[in-house]
């Protein structure tokens, strides 16, 4: 039988999973039902398989019969604070938290994954490296997992490495898309806050009013992206929270504001924040105030993806499933990804996979995040598939290379 026969016929196995893992979600870098299900599902299976110590994530090293290098592929495995409302009869049954960005897909795909490879080892020449991930929404999972060696668990560097990520719309169902070069934004996030002294709202020339330095900050940030930054290599700054004061008669002694930086180049990722601090500093000063501004921990670099390996992505999947499967994506993602951190140290791709529900409107179905967000189980067993033939087909193409190097 080929890949993606077998991956089929898994299907009720992937489903049970999926559905397993959508209920019980878990938020952040500590997952011991999502690790322990994952453990489960890989113990039959010949892998040297190892826990995270700063996280509860998961790796797993499977070596072929023949040497080779490694290839490593990426599932992130947490949820969302959010509350479901997608009306699937195996929602959350935790309260405020959700599978809103399809991790549960992620991580059942690569589990169904393994076991594809591990049923052809006799086949590979080379490792792969399973990494199963918490903590992608924002606690930074990917960098500690690299921290703790991850990149080069087989015991050598991977050459190369790939990830999915379903979409809940806008992407036709069973669409798998990518890009070279930028694929999704770097993201920063940003506290402001600046000081004043308080006063009554009567006499203002007897404090310092936060509040209005504050404002003249925000639109600040909003022209400077404009006129700082090249229109073709865009800077986005949303400022999402904003707070002060408590009543309309007395001047706080300050305000506070948060924001998002994106940038889509490294070379803009690398000058946003002296900006920031620049403008943040230089209004507060010009109003005879302080301002400390705090980058907080949030920060993903731009994921770049490697032109040969989205080569690579395309040519699999139009091979495994049919031209019409893969396009080339028009443009970047606004949002962010920290497998971009696998990806400055690792040539590989980012490769989305659309999921919307076959009874939704594509256009109009919830996007990723949103508590109506649905995922369709229809494209478990192909994007499981396709995880075993990237790793596959990469390590076939680096044996044949090295068999024409010593003819």
């Avoid at 199963?132 to 606690?139: A, D, K, L, T």
């Amino acid at each position: 039988m080929t890949v993606l026969e077998d991956a089929r016929a898994l299907h009720d196995d992937l489903v049970r999973m999926r559905h397993d893992l959508h209920a019980r979600p878990e938020i952040g870098l500590d997952l011991p039902f999502t690790q322990d299900r994952v453990l489960a599902e890989l113990a039959p299976l010949p892998l040297e398989i190892t826990t995270g110590r700063a996280l509860s994530s998961v790796t797993a090293v499977l070596r072929g019969a023949r040497p080779g290098p490694t290839v490593l592929l990426r599932g992130d495995m947490d949820a969302l604070p959010v509350t479901e409302r997608s009306g699937v009869p195996y929602a959350s049954t935790e309260a405020g938290r959700m599978h809103a960005c399809g991790h549960d897909m992620h991580t059942t795909m690569l589990a169904g994954a393994a076991h594809l490879l591990a049923a052809r080892r006799d086949t590979l020449a080379g490792n792969v490296v399973f990494m199963f991930q918490p903590g992608e929404e924002g606690p930074g999972g990917a960098g500690l997992m690299i921290d703790e060696g991850v990149l080069d668990a087989s015991g050598e560097r991977a050459v190369a490495a790939y990830a999915l990520h379903v979409a809940s719309a806008m992407l036709p169902q069973g669409l798998f898309s990518a890009r070279a070069g930028t694929a999704l934004a770097a993201a920063d996030s940003v506290t402001v806050t600046v000081r004043g002294q308080g006063g009554h709202g009567s006499m203002p020339h007897l404090a310092r009013d936060p509040i209005p330095a504050a404002c003249e900050m925000v639109t600040a940030l909003q022209a400077m992206v404009t006129r700082k930054y090249d229109i073709f290599d865009p800077v986005v700054v949303t400022v999402g929270s904003f707070h002060a004061g408590a009543v309309d008669n007395v001047i706080p002694g300050e305000a506070v504001f948060s924001a998002t930086l994106r940038s889509f180049s490294r070379e803009a990722h690398g000058r946003i924040k002296d900006d920031v601090v620049a403008i943040v500093r230089g209004v507060a000063g010009a109003h005879g105030l302080e301002a400390d501004v705090d980058f907080g921990r949030m920060s993903y670099p731009v994921t770049v993806n490697d032109e040969d390996a989205v080569g690579h992505v395309g040519t699999t999947i139009r091979e495994v499933l049919g031209e019409e499967r893969f396009r080339i994506s028009p443009k970047p993602g606004a949002g962010a990804e920290d497998f971009s951190l696998v990806l400055d140290d690792v040539p590989g791709a980012l490769v989305m996979l659309g999921a919307c529900p076959a009874d939704r409107e594509l256009a109009k179905a919830p996007a990723n995040h949103a508590p109506e967000a649905a995922f369709d189980d229809a494209v478990l067993a192909d994007g499981t598939a396709i995880y075993a033939e990237l790793a596959l087909r990469r390590l076939a193409s680096a044996e044949e290379a090295a068999e024409v190097a010593s003819a």
